[in-house]
């Protein structure tokens, strides 16, 4: 990944982080972008740590808004000269619960952070990079093995990543041949977000699982250099599960 750019929604901690930290520790320039301007300089300086011979900066913001991505973008181009790979990461969850309890507050923020977000970002780089056909692109969405099948709690975030898959889809047939858009879906990982699920039902979820373990946020980063680098130049329109197997079982 010599000399890629990669932007990465919600890139402060979690798995975004790890992906922002495999893709630097392979060579390429990384910009991570979240909310929390504190948790942004946290992450360079873990990022710079672990890589200390690449560029490493963050935008700050909500990947829900429709026109920031526009500004990012154009900021991250005029700096670096061109994107490679956008990781489409950031997501949020506001409900708990029988799907049937959902406010529409809550259906709007997920669908604006973790659909809309998505659309935006992309169409961002497309518009500020990819659309003269100079450039190669990598578009990895971050989705959800919810997102192909059906449990308690989660049920519109699951929605929300169901969309992204066929969005997925939907834009690496109209982005190639310069583009590629793939999708990754985790099983469940050892993050903030997922923390209630793991600590609760971690153990039994792993002693059920082929793979005997629940994932770290390596295991997802792994898969995204895989779709993010030319190792996988002859794959668009994918969702590539990651779960340990819970699929399965
Ligand atoms: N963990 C799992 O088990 C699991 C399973 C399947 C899929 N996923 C997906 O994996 C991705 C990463 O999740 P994670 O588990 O790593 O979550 P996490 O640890 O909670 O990290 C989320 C990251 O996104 C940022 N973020 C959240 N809302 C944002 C917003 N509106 N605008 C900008 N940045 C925002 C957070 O930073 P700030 O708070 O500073 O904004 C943080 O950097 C998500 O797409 C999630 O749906 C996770």
Redesign the pocket.
Known sequence: MDSKVALI?????????EIAKVFAQCGADVVI????EE??KRACDVIKESAPNVNVSYQV????DPDLPFEVVESVVSEFAKIDILVN?????PHFGPTLSITPEQMDKILK??VAGVMRWTQAAWEHCWKDNIHKGSVVN?????GISVGGGIGFYNVS?AAVIHLTKQLASEMGPMVRVNAI?????K????RT?WENYGDQLAEKLPARRI?E?SDIAKAAVFLASSMSEWVTGTNLVVDGGSLLV
């Not at 972008?33 to 929390?36: L, P, V």
């Not at 990461?89 to 969850?93: R, S």
């Not at 879906?185 to 990982?189: D, E, R, T, Y």
């Not at 993050?191 to 997922?194: F, P, S």
């Open positions: 929604t919600g890139g402060s901690r979690g798995i975004g982080l972008f979240s909310r929390k948790s942004l913001g909500n990947a829900g990461n950031a997501a949020t969850n952070v973790n971050i989705a959800s093995i919810g990543k879906s985790p099983g469940l990982v993050t903030d977000m997922a699920l994932g946020t």
